[in-house]
């Protein structure tokens, strides 16, 4: 019986620090994909495309930082194309993270996660004044 759990005892440890891994990956995912809705909110309230964009980038980086979600790289790419009364504004964010950092077990590498959000302009919004 303790030969057993001698052999079994290391497989289980591995299964659980493998499961501790992969439920970090899902938390830094959701942590992205809440800082791209963040963004593209913040971005969707901005008078022009330049200020949307720099808006939808302060956003992200508070939203990731207050998360506890440390990326190495932070991409913010706010796509302004349809950014008029009516349209939308879709925001990609992208995070490169550790691994090392993200999972229980000492990965090599890293790992970027993508997560694009969009939300459409108010039809009667006012526009930039000049």
């Given at each position: 019986m303790s030969a057993e759990m001698a052999l079994i005892t290391p497989v289980l440890l591995?299964?659980?620090?493998?499961?501790?891994?992969?439920?970090?990956?899902?938390?830094?995912?959701?942590?992205?994909?809440d800082a791209a809705h963040q963004a593209a909110?913040?971005?969707s309230l901005a008078r022009t495309?330049?200020?949307?964009g720099a808006a939808a980038q302060?956003?992200?980086?508070?939203?990731?930082?207050?998360?506890?979600?440390?990326?190495?790289?932070?991409?913010?790419?706010?796509?302004?194309?349809?950014?008029r009364p009516g349209g939308q504004?879709?925001?990609?964010?992208?995070?490169?993270?550790d691994l090392a950092g993200l999972a229980a077990i000492p990965w090599p590498g890293n790992h970027t996660i993508t997560e694009t959000?969009?939300?459409?302009l108010e039809t009667y919004r006012a526009g930039e004044r000049r």
């Open positions: 591995a299964l659980l620090l493998v499961a501790v891994g992969a439920g970090r990956l899902v938390s830094a995912r959701l942590d992205v994909a909110r913040a971005a495309p330049t200020a949307a302060a956003a992200a980086r508070s939203a990731l930082d207050g998360a506890g979600l440390a990326c190495s790289r932070l991409s913010t790419t706010a796509d302004s194309n349809a950014f504004i879709n925001v990609t964010v992208a995070c490169t993270a959000f969009s939300v459409p």
